[in-house]
């Protein structure tokens, strides 16, 4: 497993390094060098405007990670109010918190979120609230019920009769029994969110030319995906190293939690 972690380490890097990493501007075109192998100044080759593509890489790092950390944080915040209202509210706020997942579990996530950017339009916003608002719902289900669980023990019992708020209640008592099942979640969410955005990227609906993003860089470069394949296969490495990653160390995570739920 530390290999996981090396990968998870470097990600995290390259979303907060990676521009500075770059040997050349992103942006800047090049006609004269374009589609250049690599090698030399160009370590990676150059894309079809001339363009750099390990900076265009390092620098669609900081976007494709840092946008899917963006988007998993807020179906998170969201997800989890609304699982803690709906657990604490009453049976009327229950009813009203879990009808209002059913629309949007009954059609498959990327699904409505290019529905939802293609009605609003082509833009890093629309990227941002399509892909939040498809996917708070399992932060919800997840918070919502383990809230129910916790809501009849003792000390939440004890708190109430306390007159205590059930803001409090909800930030003492019900977030430390939500925090290692929620972070399991979000590890899964993050992974989605980062092929969330390279797709959409590909279908023109994520972060627009000129700025690097590995979906967009896919974009660009399948016209020349059969005369120069590096231009493809590096970007959908990435996301697939990143994916991967993730994706595995959100196992990790969960089974480390289960043998400490064992032990306890």
């Not at 969201?78 to 699982?83: A, E």
């Not at 209640?169 to 092929?195: D, E, F, K, Q």
Request: proline share 6%; charged share 10%; hydrophobic share 55%.
């Amino acid at each position: 497993m530390r290999s996981v972690y090396v990968l998870i380490t470097v990600c995290a890097l390259l979303a907060m390094f990676g521009p500075m990493l770059a040997p050349h501007d992103p942006t800047a075109i090049n006609i004269p060098n374009r589609l250049q192998p690599p090698g030399g100044k160009w370590l990676l080759g150059t894309d079809a405007l001339g363009r750099d593509i390990l900076s265009r890489l390092l620098h669609g790092a900081r976007w494709s990670l840092g946008l899917a950390f963006v988007v998993s944080l807020l179906g998170l915040i969201i997800g989890t109010t609304i699982g803690l209202i709906a657990a604490q509210g009453g049976r009327v706020a229950d009813w009203i918190a879990m009808r209002a997942t059913d629309p949007f579990l009954a059609f498959p996530e990327l699904i409505a979120a290019v529905v939802i950017a293609g009605v609003l339009g082509a833009s890093t916003a629309s990227l941002i609230f399509a892909l939040t608002v498809t996917g708070w719902m399992r932060y919800a289900r997840v918070a919502r019920g383990i809230g129910l669980s916790v809501s009849n023990r003792g000390y939440v019992v004890q708190a109430r009769l306390a007159g205590l708020s059930p803001l409090a209640i909800a930030c003492w008592h019900y977030l430390p029994s939500l925090l290692p099942s929620l972070t399991v979640v979000w590890t899964g969410m993050l992974a989605r969110a980062i092929l969330g955005i390279s797709t959409l990227g590909f279908l023109g609906f994520g972060v627009q030319p000129p700025m690097p993003e590995w979906g967009t860089m896919l974009l660009d470069a399948r016209i020349h995906m059969r005369s120069t394949p590096l231009q493809m296969i590096l970007p959908g490495l990435c996301v697939v190293i990143a994916v991967l990653a993730i994706n595995l160390a959100g196992d990790a995570l969960r089974d480390a939690l289960a043998v400490q739920d064992a032990k306890t």
